[in-house]
């Protein structure tokens, strides 16, 4: 299991940005590939992207490539979301877990509390 935990989200206006950022406690998550997921209210809970241990490769969720921008800092034991361009349809609880780069599917069934996106004028 990872213990990923997520910073804080928050509330921003359609077309505003937030950045998003997961690290983990006593776990080097250098070897892991990591992503986030989210869950917007009424739906199930979907891949945004993914990364890989070494930020070789990347994946992306349709509809947030070109906003959405992830990356790893391992000497920091931390992966962030740049997200821009924020539309309402991005609302939802973002999770930081374990993936598959290819499928964006979570590799552990294992959630931290996640946080909480709003995105609404």
């Known amino acids: 299991q990872l213990p990923l935990v997520e910073s804080v989200g928050g509330l921003v206006q359609p077309g505003g940005s937030l950045n998003l950022s997961c690290t983990a406690s006593g776990v080097s998550l250098d070897q892991y590939t990591l992503g986030w997921f989210r869950q917007a209210p009424g739906r199930e809970r979907e891949g945004v992207s993914c990364?890989?241990?070494?930020?070789?490769?990347?994946n992306y969720e349709d509809s947030v490539k070109g906003r959405f921008t992830i990356s790893r800092d391992n000497a920091k034991n931390t992966v962030y979301l740049q997200m821009s361009s924020l539309k309402p349809e991005d609302t939802g609880v973002y999770y930081c877990a374990g993936c598959l780069v290819r499928t964006l599917v979570a590799r552990y069934d294992v959630w931290g509390q996640g946080t909480q996106v709003t995105v609404s004028s």
């Open positions: 990364i890989s241990p070494r930020g070789g490769s990347t």
